[in-house]
């Protein structure tokens, strides 16, 4: 029996089969590697899209054009508003426009009385106790032709620049309100308020008493007198009330005195005027007294002039504003407005 030598070489058909039992253990043991390389792999590339370079350099160019695209809106914009400049289509001194509305009824008042006293004196002075009278009424020389109609047309220019004079008024108001005490603004705010309700009221009242005559309805006429006298006494305490609120801890110049004296004077002859005039109406209606309706009729032209006057005041409230009418993008007038100067 031939013995094995440890050097000879082993069988050509054994070394394959070893060679193959090695590449096969090779090929099983990596395989589980492999996979979880490939399973790293995909994890890692996965976290890489969400947190990566590429994903933060993709979410910062969207930023950019944003950024591009609102720089470009506003832009156009800019240019679309340099494109239409502000206009100013209308421009007339407000002190001018208060001083012709308020004499306005004051001149139609006194031309209706002359003429209808000279070519219209027994239309003017009937009454119904027939009794001697010197003085007319306003309803009376204002209720017959042609004054009726010269009154009636005054007193439509009259009422169509009081009411944006009733919120000019509202708005210089409140503008006040910001050095007053924390504790006083509802307060006075409220009183602003109710100061613009007065106004819009007695102004329409006093279309009411111009375009229903006594001699149209006379009750009716009477009932909106009678609101125009409450609303209009109302009115005067009411704003100088407001006044001396707004006016406590600053110092006036010499128009706003005049203002306030003015008032305070127009509102005491309206009292009394008031008074007298529902005494000689009583007088008159109830004992048919000679010259108490002249006495009346007195007295109701004090009460008209007073209130002419009171609202005449405004020229003393608003010496150098002016009132526009302008065109134009709503930042540019903004930053046109802005430059105002502010009310101390």
Known sequence: MQKMNPTTPAPAGASLATTALDSVATISS???????????????GERGNSSGPAYAASKQQQQQQQQQEET???CKQQELQHEQ???????????EICVVTALLPLVTLFTCFVTAYIFQYDDVHETHCRVYNIVPSISA????????????????????????????YKNYYRAQLARLAPSLVPKTS??????LVLNCIEIAALGGVTYISNRENYPVHEKIFITFMVCSLCYMLATIHLNGILNARKTLNAQQIQSIKWKKILFVVS???????????????FYCHDLAFSWF????????????????TIIWDFPSQFMLIVQGPRENLTQYLAAKPKIN
């Open 85 to 95: 400049p502000i206009a100013i289509h209308y421009l007339a001194s407000f002190h």
């Open 271 to 285: 009292i009394l005027s008031t008074i007298g005039l529902l005494v000689f109406f009583a007088k008159h209606r």
């Open 190 to 195: 409220w009183l602003i308020s109710f100061i």
């Open 72 to 74: 470009t809106s506003s």
């Open 30 to 44: 990596a395989t589980p590697a492999t996979a979880s390389g490939s399973n790293l792999r995909s994890k890692s």
């Open 141 to 168: 020389i204002t209720g017959v032709s042609p004054q009726r109609y010269f009154w009636r047309a005054s007193i439509a220019l009259h009422i169509g620049p009081r009411i944006p004079i009733a919120f000019v």
């Open 297 to 312: 009729a007195f007295f109701e032209y004090l009460i008209a002039i007073a209130n002419m006057l009171f609202h005449f």
